[in-house]
T-cell receptor, first 114, second 116 residues
Framework: KNQVEQSPQSLIILEGKNCTLQ??????????LRWYKQDTGRGPVSLTI?????NTKSNGRYTATLDADTKQSSLHITASQLSDSASYIC?????????????FGRGTQLTVWP | NAGVTQTPKFQVLKTGQSMTLQCAQD?????MSWYRQDPGMGLRLIHY???????DQGEVPNGYNVSRSTTEDFPLRLLSAAPSQTSVYFC???????????????FGEGSRLTVL
């Protein structure tokens, strides 16, 4: 069964600290993996999209890694800011059909305290 | 810089009422989709469209209808609202399909629906 699991479910860190969010998936055949940031009451916003051949991709203070062999991804946030408080959603796409399908994780709720 | 625009932002319905959630995008994207987001669950696909005149069902289509008469608009209709349809609804558009590397989703700000 194709699934996307994220951990931890929630995380609290102090401003200025780094943190890493995890995403494990069983989706096959794999097409790409995306990370989205969703502020409270807003729609998700794309951070990165990674294909099978990409190991690392950065977007400012956000760095995503992908290990397609172990089917794991991580999102590392450097020097956290209060504005990083949000839900981070991992999404994996398959290529098992013409259009493909997206599998959404339940998200990690990150809270950054001053 | 409008992107994806959803209206209304909030709506309260009584059981059995019908309504339409509006979605418009100005990025000339062929692919559009509707999702619902419920507490403790990942986003779930309701319906999607790969172009004007072409729609198809997603994961949870029951109780919802869609149409795509233009590239820009993709309304979602609730035929007879039920309390189980209380949720936050997101419309999204993308240049490419779900599997494509150009399939980055651009989401609207959401429509929060409560059915009493």
């Amino acid at each position: 069964k194709n699934q996307v699991e994220q951990s931890p479910q929630s995380l609290i860190i102090l401003e200025g600290k780094n943190c890493t969010l995890q995403c494990n998936y069983t989706v096959s055949p794999f097409s790409n993996l995306r990370w989205y940031k969703q502020d409270t009451g807003r729609g998700p916003v794309s951070l990165t999209i990674m294909t099978f051949s990409e190991n690392t991709k950065s977007n400012g203070r956000y760095t995503a890694t992908l290990d397609a062999d172990t089917k794991q991804s991580s999102l590392h946030i450097t020097a956290s800011q209060l504005s990083d408080s949000a839900s981070y959603i991992c999404v994996v796409s398959d290529r098992g059909s013409t259009l493909g399908r997206l599998y959404f994780g339940r998200g990690t709720q990150l809270t950054v305290w001053p | 810089n409008a992107g994806v625009t959803q209206t209304p932002k909030f709506q309260v319905l009584k059981t059995g009422q019908s309504m339409t959630l509006q979605c418009a995008q100005d990025m000339n994207h062929e692919y559009m989709s509707w999702y619902r987001q419920d507490p403790g669950m990942g986003l779930r696909l309701i319906h999607y469209s790969v172009g004007a005149g072409i729609t198809d069902q997603g994961e949870v289509p029951n109780g919802y209808n869609v149409s795509r008469s233009t590239t820009e608009d993709f309304p979602l209709r609730l035929l007879s609202a039920a309390p189980s349809q209380t949720s936050v609804y997101f419309c999204a558009s993308s240049y490419g399909g779900f599997h494509a590397n150009t399939g980055e989703l651009f989401f609207g700000e959401g429509s929060r629906l409560t059915v009493l």
